[in-house]
């Protein structure tokens, strides 16, 4: 599977992780806001992989209870491209993460 295109899910919630020197001001969280009320609590099981996301993310949350998250270059072109790992299989929860995310995912 290539990219796909996310206007045609009318995904109902974005949130856009900003570097710190930003203020936080919804949908725009700042990294240490951010890392502070992860999606799922501290102590999800995704926690420490969320942790390592970079400003410039972006975590959209589909109408399917789906979670997401885009780096960069997918957020400015509102298109999704998955991870290759994530093709072909149900993954487990339901988050999925950009091809241009670098993060150690469990």
Not at 87 to 103: A, E, I, Q
């Amino acid at each position: 599977m290539s990219s796909f295109d996310l206007r045609s899910l009318k995904a109902k919630y974005h949130l856009h992780v900003i570097d710190d020197t930003q203020r936080t001001w919804l949908p725009n969280m700042s990294r240490k806001d951010f890392i502070r009320n992860l999606p799922g609590g501290p102590h999800s099981s995704l926690s420490p992989t969320l942790k390592q996301l970079p400003p410039g993310t972006e975590l959209v949350v589909s109408p399917y209870w789906v979670l997401l998250v885009r780096d960069e270059e997918d957020a400015r072109a509102q298109r999704f491209t998955p991870l290759p790992e994530q093709t072909d299989h149900v993954v487990w929860p339901r988050v999925y993460f950009s091809r241009g995310l670098h993060v150690e995912v469990p």
